[in-house]
C-alpha cells in the first residue's frame, strides 16, 4: 500500500537531548512537510522540501533541523534549542510543489517531553 | 489578521442533523480549498476539494465557496456518530504552500 509512514507513534524526550523523528514516503511525491499540531492552534508548518537537497524553513523552524538526502525520506530533529517540544508531529507529502496538489499526512508522532 | 479564521468549536448535535463549519481567509490570491478531517490521534485526511466559487457534493458534504466574501463553509446533512472528527479548512494560491485553520471538533450524538 502507498502512503506516508511516521515512527515512532509515541516519544518521550529528555531536557536536552535531540531527538529525531522519521517520516517515510513510497508515493514518489516531490514535496514533503513537517508540521506541528497543538490543542487550539492548528497546523502550523515547521518546514517544507519541494525537492532532494533543498528545504525551506516554515512559520515555527526555530529549534528544528531537517534533511532530505533522498526522495522517500524527510526526518526532523528536534534539538534542545525548542523550548517547548511537547506537541503532536505530522509529515505530509504531496506531488509536486506547485498548487492543487493533494497533501497527504502521516498518522503522527506524539512528542512528550519528560 | 489571521490568513484563516476558523472558530474552534466545540460543535456537539444530535444524530440526524445538518452541521455547519465554516471558514473566512483574508488573501484574495488563494484560489483552492479544501475541507481535512481528523480523527483522534491520527493524521488528518481530504475530505473535500473546491476550486473557485460555488458548491460540490459529495455524498452527505457539501462544500461552498463565496470568493466575494472571502468565506467558505462544509455542510454535513444527515450527521452520524462517524462524522464525529476535527474538521479543518485549508485554503492553498500562489504561494504554494497550505494554510490551515485551527480546526472545529465536531462531537454527534447517538
Known amino acids: 500500500d502507498g502512503g506516508i509512514t511516521q515512527s515512532p507513534k509515541y516519544l518521550f524526550r529528555k531536557e536536552g537531548q535531540n531527538v529525531t523523528l522519521s517520516c517515510e514516503q513510497n508515493l514518489n511525491h516531490d514535496a514533503m512537510y513537517w508540521y506541528r499540531q497543538d490543542p487550539g492552534q492548528g497546523l502550523r508548518l515547521i518546514y517544507y522540501?519541494?525537492?532532494?537537497?533543498?528545504?525551506q524553513k516554515g512559520d515555527i523552524a526555530e529549534g528544528y533541523s531537517v534533511s532530505r538526502e533522498k526522495k522517500e525520506s524527510f526526518p526532523l530533529t528536534v534539538t534542545s534549542a525548542q523550548k517547548n517540544p511537547t506537541a503532536f508531529y505530522l509529515c505530509?507529502?504531496?506531488?509536486?510543489?506547485?498548487?492543487?496538489?493533494?497533501?497527504?499526512f502521516g498518522q503522527g508522532t506524539r512528542l512528550t517531553v519528560v | 489578521q489571521k490568513e484563516v479564521e476558523q472558530d474552534p468549536g466545540p460543535l456537539s448535535v444530535p444524530e440526524g442533523a445538518i452541521v455547519s463549519l465554516n471558514c473566512t481567509y483574508s488573501n484574495s490570491a488563494f484560489q483552492y480549498f479544501m475541507w481535512y478531517r481528523q480523527y483522534s490521534r491520527k493524521g488528518p485526511e481530504l475530505l473535500m476539494y473546491?476550486?473557485?466559487?460555488g458548491n460540490k457534493e459529495d455524498g452527505r458534504f457539501t462544500a461552498q465557496v463565496d470568493k466575494s466574501s472571502k468565506y467558505i463553509s462544509l455542510f454535513i446533512r444527515d450527521s452520524q456518530p462517524s462524522d464525529s472528527a476535527t474538521y479543518l479548512c485549508?485554503?492553498?494560491?500562489?504561494?504554494?504552500?497550505?494554510?490551515f485553520g485551527k480546526g472545529t471538533k465536531l462531537t454527534v450524538n447517538p
Open positions: 485549508a485554503v492553498q494560491g500562489g504561494s504554494e504552500k497550505l494554510v
Open positions: 522540501s519541494q525537492i532532494v537537497n533543498d528545504f
Open positions: 473546491t476550486y473557485s466559487s
Open positions: 505530509a507529502s504531496s506531488l509536486g510543489a506547485r498548487a492543487n496538489t493533494e497533501a497527504f
